[in-house]
Structure formats: structure tokens, C-alpha cells
């Protein structure tokens, strides 16, 4: 069914529920892997335009280690995850990149806003509904460690 999995990851809870689903559909359909961070670039540009002069490149190194330890906790479940490491809006770079690789199905977390935080933001899924030519899964069912072990456990 899918051939290539674009799988989206911040860290966040909701990043780490689409990590699950998507090592799921991946280990059921045998598909190849794709495990994307985005590090904003408003952080940094934030941080020049202030004066702030904060720590670019250990920010850059935070969102490395975190690529890093996904791909460390897929391959631990039998995935051979390929990581990339982006700076750029992050809906438009996930576009990007789905785009780029020609991903089945692209998985990204969702985060509920109320109407007003909605309606200002710009939406990740909104852009990547109308900029990808694949399937998009908006993850929201938290999977229990039990279930998980179940169904993809860690192998030796």
C-alpha cells in the first residue's frame, strides 16, 4: 500500500504520536522510512533580529540529537529509517520533502488550537493538504507502550 513514509518529528507529544502510528504503517507495509525535523527558522531570526545572539548552533545540535534519537528508537523497532535535518518553515519544508522523495503518505501530529489560535495561525495541515501529492495522517491516537510492544517490539 505505502512505498515511502515521510514521518514528521518536533519532539512534541503529538510528534511522538506520529512517530508511533507511522513506524506502525511502515512496519505493516514494509515501506520505506523518511524521519524529518524541521528546525524553524523564525527561532534564529527571532533571536538576530533582538539582539539576543542565542545559541544557533546548540540549537541546531538539539534538534540533531533529537533526529537522532528517533532513528535510534525506529531502528530498535526493525525500521531503517533515512533522517533529514531541515531549517525552513516547517509545513512548507515538509512539502518539500514529501514532494522531494515522492512519499505515499506523509504523518504529522496534531496539536488541537481553540478557533481564535486557528484562525490566526498558519496551518500545516491546511498548506500540506493543498501542496502534496500523497495521503496526509494527522496522528491523534495515542498508542500505549503495551500496545506497542505488542505490535512492534523491540527487536535484538
Same mark, same amino acid.
Given at each position: 500500500m505505502y512505498k515511502t513514509i515521510l514521518l514528521a518529528y518536533d519532539g512534541s507529544r503529538e510528534g511522538l504520536m506520529a512517530?508511533?502510528? #507511522? /513506524?506502525?504503517? /511502515?512496519? =505493516?507495509? /514494509? /515501506?520505506?522510512?523518511v524521519l524529518l525535523s524541521v528546525i524553524p527558522h523564525a527561532t534564529g531570526a527571532a533571536e538576530l533580529a533582538a539582539g539576543v545572539g542565542g545559541d544557533l548552533a546548540g540549537e541546531t545540535q538539539d534538534y540533531r540529537? $533529537?533526529? %537522532?534519537? @528517533?532513528?535510534?528508537? @525506529?531502528?530498535?523497532? #526493525? $525500521? %531503517? +529509517?533515512? +533522517?533529514?535535518?531541515?531549517? #525552513?518553515n516547517p509545513a512548507r519544508s515538509i512539502g518539500s520533502v514529501a514532494n522531494q522523495i515522492a512519499a505515499d503518505l506523509v504523518v504529522v501530529g496534531h496539536r488541537r488550537k481553540g478557533f481564535l489560535e486557528r484562525w490566526w495561525s498558519?496551518? =500545516?495541515? @491546511?498548506?500540506?493538504?493543498?501542496?502534496v501529492g500523497c495521503s496526509i495522517l494527522l496522528a491523534c491516537n495515542p498508542i500505549s507502550d503495551e500496545v506497542l510492544e505488542v505490535v512492534l517490539p523491540v527487536v535484538a
Open positions: 512517530l508511533r502510528e #507511522g /513506524a506502525l504503517l /511502515a512496519k =505493516t507495509c /514494509a /515501506a520505506k522510512v540529537d $533529537l533526529l %537522532n534519537d @528517533a532513528v535510534i528508537w @525506529a531502528k530498535q523497532r #526493525g $525500521l %531503517n +529509517p533515512i +533522517p533529514k535535518l531541515v531549517v #525552513g498558519d496551518s =500545516t495541515k @491546511a498548506y500540506l493538504s493543498d501542496h
